[in-house]
């Protein structure tokens, strides 16, 4: 009877456990995701500076994303990518280009399945 009970335990605690990891990992992907559309809308309307904030902050999130789990690993090291080519034209005064690595980046977020 203690076996079951403690089989019991021990597997509640690694559901649970392995919930927060997936958690975590879907909050850095939709993390990354809002601020790579922000980055794009405001590269869209000329607002380089903003594109940049929000181009960084999506960059930050994705390697997050990209290092917790392999499978989805490829697309997030392409969406690391365009975030830093959007990075770099937005510094330049780019907006328009920013916006189209920040949509590219968006595309490989979706494409990681998280």
């Given at each position: 009877?203690k076996?079951?009970?403690?089989?019991?335990?021990?597997?509640t605690?690694?559901?649970?456990?392995?919930?927060?990891?997936?958690?975590?990992?879907?909050?850095?992907?939709?993390?990354?995701?809002?601020?790579?559309?922000?980055?794009?809308?405001?590269g869209?309307?000329?607002?380089?500076?903003?594109s940049?904030?929000?181009?960084?902050?999506?960059?930050?999130?994705?390697?997050?994303?990209?290092?917790?789990?392999?499978?989805?690993?490829?697309?997030m090291?392409?969406?690391?990518?365009?975030?830093?080519?959007?990075?770099?034209?937005?510094?330049?005064?780019?907006?328009?280009?920013?916006?189209?690595?920040?949509?590219?980046?968006?595309?490989?977020?979706?494409?990681?399945?998280?």
């Amino acid at each position: 009877m203690k076996l079951i009970s403690t089989a019991i335990v021990a597997g509640t605690f690694a559901f649970f456990i392995g919930t927060q990891a997936w958690a975590s990992d879907a909050g850095h992907t939709s993390e990354a995701m809002e601020h790579a559309g922000k980055a794009q809308a405001h590269g869209e309307m000329g607002h380089a500076k903003e594109s940049l904030s929000h181009a960084k902050e999506s960059l930050a999130h994705a390697k997050e994303a990209g290092k917790e789990h392999a499978e989805a690993h490829k697309h997030m090291d392409e969406a690391i990518k365009h975030l830093e080519e959007a990075i770099k034209h937005a510094e330049m005064g780019h907006g328009q280009e920013s916006a189209k690595h920040a949509e590219e980046a968006m595309k490989h977020m979706r494409q990681s399945g998280h």
